[in-house]
């Protein structure tokens, strides 16, 4: 699913908040396969949205996944708007993810 249509899906985190998203995706993504292993995308959403493991699992577990259980870029997105939004912005993103 491209960006736009995540952002008037998502409309709490806005096209610039789903570009974020999908840069952050990209950064664990290292192999350029377009999409995530679960356990890569429970850590990355954990880092997001500062939510402990069963948390975060248990929102993956309530997005439909195909038979790979791979985790799709607009599952990512799906995952993390299943949490109240933590961030504001997508340089608060680019600071989670970095560590500042």
């Given at each position: 699913?491209?960006?736009i249509?995540?952002?008037?899906?998502?409309?709490?985190?806005?096209?610039?908040?789903?570009?974020?998203?999908q840069?952050?995706?990209?950064?664990?993504?290292?192999?350029?396969?377009?999409?995530?292993?679960?356990?890569?995308?429970?850590?990355?959403?954990?880092?997001?949205?500062?939510?402990?493991?069963?948390?975060?699992?248990?929102?993956?577990?309530?997005?439909?996944?195909?038979?790979?259980?791979?985790?799709?870029?607009?599952?990512?997105?799906?995952v993390?708007?299943?949490?109240p939004?933590?961030?504001?912005?997508?340089?608060?993103v680019?600071?989670?993810?970095?560590?500042?």
């Amino acid at each position: 699913m491209n960006v736009i249509k995540l952002a008037r899906k998502y409309p709490q985190f806005g096209q610039d908040g789903v570009f974020a998203l999908q840069d952050t995706f990209n950064r664990q993504d290292e192999e350029c396969r377009g999409y995530l292993d679960e356990a890569t995308a429970i850590k990355t959403a954990q880092q997001l949205e500062r939510k402990p493991y069963d948390e975060v699992r248990a929102a993956l577990k309530q997005v439909e996944l195909d038979s790979s259980r791979r985790v799709e870029l607009d599952d990512f997105v799906d995952v993390c708007a299943s949490f109240p939004l933590k961030f504001c912005c997508p340089s608060k993103v680019y600071f989670i993810m970095n560590g500042y």
